[in-house]
């Protein structure tokens, strides 16, 4: 695990802009959304994906100005991650088949590299305290 957390904490600013850039593409999905037919379960991932990113938000403005995140907003950020890229897998062996499946995978992955990262974060800030 040493190797791991060696390899997050060298690679901070990239993790910082990455989630910068889940933001901007789960927002982007979460608009795409809701030009399509407006049912229960759209409506229920709208919302789900809106607190992801309000709390992705909100926890980005809290370091920039460098205050103390709440543990449940980066537990809730790191998990919400880590589930999100493993069902996107999962949902790409479903869509295109597991061949196929390896030419997308690259952003799945990158989503539970996050949301390893956010836990390591917040594990590593919180032991140092």
């Known amino acids: 695990m040493n190797f791991l957390q060696k390899i997050l904490k060298s690679t901070h600013y990239f993790w ?22 407006v049912d229960k379960g759209i409506i229920i991932v709208i919302g789900i994906l809106s607190v ?3 709390s992705m938000i ?15 907003l980066i537990s809730y950020n790191s998990i ?22 390896m030419i997308v995978l690259f952003i799945p992955l990158w989503w539970i590299l996050f949301g390893v990262w956010e836990w390591q974060n917040r594990t590593r800030k919180y032991n140092e305290n």
């Not at 919400?80 to 499946?101: E, K, N, V, Y």
């Open 16 to 37: 910082i802009v990455s989630r910068v850039l889940i933001i901007l593409l789960i927002s982007n999905a979460t608009i795409s959304l809701t030009t399509r037919e």
């Open 80 to 101: 919400f991650s880590t589930f999100f890229g493993l069902i996107s897998i999962i949902a790409s062996i479903q869509i295109l088949g597991l061949r196929d499946t």
């Open 58 to 72: 909100f926890t980005s403005i809290q370091e920039i100005r460098k205050k103390t995140v709440s543990k449940i």
């Open 52 to 54: 992801y990113i309000l």
